[in-house]
Each structure stands twice: as C-alpha cells, then as structure tokens.
C-alpha cells in the first residue's frame, strides 16, 4: 500500500496565507480530477450563495479556516485517474511520482490574456531559476531538454461579481518505472533529472510561494510584465512548427500572450485553445 506523503500543509500554509488571505489547503490521496472538484465546489457555492442550494461538505478537514468554496483553496492529490487537460486529453497521476494540484482564487482580471503563459513561466523560474534546461511550449507545457515534463490547465468559473479562476498543475516528477502510462507514449521526462531526489511536497513547497506570487501580481500587471521572461523559455521560437492549417517559422509571443508564426503568406496569430501545435512535424499536444 502507498504510504501518504508528508506535505507540510501547515509550513506551506503559513507560507501562502498571507499572499492569498482565507486559503485552505487540502491533500486528498485519491480523486479523480483536481480541476473537477474545485470547479463543482465552486458552482455548488455559487449557486447556494444565489439560493440554488449546495453548501457546506459534511467531514473537510482542510489545513486553514476555509469557510466556503468561494475562499481560494490549494487542492493537492497524491493520486489521480481521470485528470483533464486542454481539448479534453487525459492526465493521469501516481502517487509518489507526480505532483497534482489545483489553486482556485477570485481574481479581479478585465483581460485573462496570457495567464497560463504566466503560470508556465512562474513554475520553471522556481524549478530552474537559470533558465538552463526547462522550456516552455506554448500554450501551456512545461518541457525539460526538450521532452515533456507536465502541463497546465485554467478554468473559469462565475462568483458573484467576479470570477474564480481554477489552475491546475502536472508534473512527473520521479522515474519512467512509476509514472502513467499515458505519459510514457509522449517522450516525457520527471523532474529528478533536474533536481535529483526532489520529492511531490518539496517540488511544491518550491514552486507554490512564487506561483502566488505571480497570480497575485497578475490582475495589476497582466501578461506584459512576464513577457520577456516567457520569450527566454520559448520552446518555439524560431523552430519549424505546424498550427492546424498553418506552417510556418515561430517567431515569439505578442503582448497578449498569442502565438506568432511567420508562414509564406506573413506572420499569422494563433490565440489560445484554437489549435494544437506540432514541433519538428511530431505530435506535441498540451495536456494539463
């Protein structure tokens, strides 16, 4: 039987609190998907807060004084069957061998543009501060030396006047002998070869304050103030690539985080969730 894992909810908590008042933190060892969850509790919250019913959950032990689905929570899983990622690819997750997490937070943003971008970005400048190894495929990989280390995935959901945004995080983080098998088929890669003998909780405690950090930042600062951090990751910049019906030269990101293409016909912009983008004519589709 796997043995659960220690996460240090309350050192982790006391770290992030502060950046984001009212957080919660919950580890549950097995669910389905950590995206999921988040955004039903928040319907569910939503809807009882307009008298649609929903509510309270009968036995939460959460780490923090969460008291409802409208607050920001930190939802870890040590195992996970059926993750989602973009254009409904699946992402599956073991315990011990990959960190799975969701952070649902309202977040008062006019323009949304380019918030994976700075999710991506915040992670693999936590992981790998000089920039040497880790990259970023658009819209939403993370790739180490060029194999596929894990995904990013972001919904939205209505709360009130404002909005929750829900944003997931994959990771393979140990050896090919434990990680899905769903995985195995796309040339991954785990973050040990980066960090030998990381561990799910440490990887978090690592990335967590700096992602915060961002998210925090983001509705002041939007995508343009990490826009050049992003381009010094940018897997596709200058590689040949293929956009759906386009084929061209990637030629970097504009200032709302769109994918630039110069193509025999000039340069193209490609806007999230329209297509899935191949690099070096092989399949390299995002999954979350």
């Not at 039987?1 to 996460?7: A, F, S």
């Not at 939802?75 to 315990?95: K, M, P, V």
Request: contains cysteine; proline residues 5%; glycine residues 14%.
């Amino acid at each position: 039987m796997q043995e659960h894992q220690n996460w240090g909810a309350e050192a982790l908590w006391q770290d992030l609190e502060p950046l984001l008042p009212g957080l919660s933190i919950e580890v549950l060892a097995r669910v389905e998907s950590t995206n999921a969850t988040l955004v039903e509790r928040v319907r569910r919250d939503e809807g009882a807060a307009s008298g649609g019913g929903g509510g309270g959950r009968a036995g939460d032990r959460p780490y923090g004084r969460r008291q409802h689905d409208l607050h920001p929570c930190l939802l870890i899983a040590e195992h996970q069957t059926h993750g989602r990622g973009r254009q409904g690819r699946s992402w599956h997750s073991t315990a011990g061998a990959s960190l799975t997490f969701s952070l649902s937070l309202p977040l008062e943003i006019t323009d949304w543009s380019g918030l994976s971008l700075v999710v991506g970005a915040a992670i693999a400048e936590a992981l790998d501060p000089d920039g040497r190894r880790l990259g970023l495929k658009w819209p939403n990989d993370l790739w180490l030396d060029e194999r596929k280390l894990g995904g990013i995935l972001i919904e939205t959901v209505p709360a009130g006047s404002s909005r929750m945004a829900v944003i997931g995080v994959g990771l393979n983080v140990s050896d090919r002998a434990k990680v899905a098998e769903s995985q195995l088929n796309t040339g991954f890669a785990c973050l040990q070869e980066l960090l030998p003998d990381i561990t799910p909780p440490q990887a978090l405690a690592r990335l967590a304050p700096v992602l915060v950090k961002a998210l925090a930042a983001f509705p002041r600062e939007g995508f343009g103030a990490w826009r050049e951090r992003f381009a010094r990751r940018d897997l596709l910049q200058g590689k040949a690539i293929t956009a759906g019906v386009l084929e061209g030269t990637g030629a970097g990101v504009n200032e709302r985080g769109e994918l630039l293409i110069d193509t025999a016909q000039g340069r193209q912009t490609v806007s999230g969730g329209e297509v899935s983008v191949r690099l070096g004519g092989a399949s390299a589709g995002a999954q979350g």
